[in-house]
């Protein structure tokens, strides 16, 4: 018989199952268990406490929608934050952009990098460029300890809100990225999925609103592998609209995407009806 992978979600009351040729990898760290698999049509996979974090197949669609969409919303991004990441995928992504001068990466746990450069070399295939560094800590302690107004964008690329990533989804560390975020700048985290977690949803935006970010808007992506297959990203403008981004810039990019483009950044952006009747009265 077929060796599988399955997630179970207990909360969803589903499951997802991958036809697997082989376990590659396991190993406790001291944050969290993550083992890697070769599965028979989704390339390889990366799990972490039992949760699915990435496949070679469809990760294009969620690190492109973690950080097109912020970069080309801001005015002219230069100095980048990303906490979490560490399988460097979104950090890829973000370094597609000629404005960017600085990106830093802060992931708690070195392991996860170090086992994305061996079993997925392309995603971190930029970890040498110039502007990106590597640093190994917690999140919440980096953000703490930011000199005030230093960047403009900071991208959330956690695990779900247990464990080390619970923290990254309160309104003190939200208020401690926007004294780290310069005028106009923009934070951007990733917000579990509209169909099952819309009570995260309601907390994200309500507590980014509550930490003084001035403009707060979800945008909707399809993510195959994550329970319900359908993902979202939410960003908080300190200042700046991010229901308007730059259209021609983004029409006219200067590399390649396989899922984004202008078109499917302004569809993201629309509202679900019972999305809308969620938030209706947060203002
Ligand atoms: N795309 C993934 C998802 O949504 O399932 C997330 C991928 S990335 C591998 C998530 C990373 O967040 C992990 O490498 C984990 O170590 C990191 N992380 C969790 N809590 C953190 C914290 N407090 N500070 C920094 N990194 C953290």
Request: glycine share 8%; aromatic share 10%; proline share 5%.
């Amino acid at each position: 018989m077929q060796d599988s992978f399955i997630e179970r979600n207990k909360e969803g009351g589903i499951g997802f199952s991958f036809d697997v040729k082989a376990k590659l990898h396991a190993e406790q760290t001291p944050y969290q268990s993550i083992e890697i698999y070769e599965t028979t049509k989704f390339g390889r996979l990366m799990v972490i406490d039992g949760c699915i974090m990435l496949t070679d197949r469809d990760n294009f669609l969620y690190h492109e929608m973690m950080s097109h969409p912020v970069l080309f919303t801001h005015d002219a991004p230069k100095d980048v934050l990303i906490i979490g990441g560490g399988d460097c995928g979104t950090m890829k992504e973000v370094l597609k952009h000629d404005s960017v001068t600085r990106v830093e990466q802060v992931d708690i746990d070195e392991r996860v990098t170090r086992l994305s450069e061996e079993y997925f070399p392309d995603l971190c295939a930029s970890n040498d460029d110039p502007r990106a560094s590597l640093h190994f800590v917690d999140g919440i302690k980096w953000i703490k300890d930011a000199t005030p107004e230093s960047y403009d964008i900071i991208i959330i690329d956690s695990t779900d809100p247990v464990g080390p990533a619970e923290g990254l989804f309160t309104a003190p560390f939200y208020r401690d990225c926007y004294r780290a975020l310069r005028k106009g700048g923009i934070i951007v985290q990733q917000s579990e999925s509209p169909l099952l977690h819309m009570y995260i949803l309601e907390a994200m935006h309500r507590d980014l609103k509550a930490s003084d970010f001035s403009s707060v808007a979800t945008v909707f992506f399809p993510q195959t592998v994550y329970p319900s297959g359908w993902w979202s990203a939410t960003m908080g403008g300190k200042g700046r609209n991010v229901r308007s981004y730059r259209e021609s810039d983004a029409r006219g990019k200067s590399f390649a995407t396989r899922y984004y483009n202008a078109d499917i950044h302004r569809g993201a952006l629309a509202m679900p009806e019972f999305f809308r009747e969620r938030l209706a009265g947060q203002d």
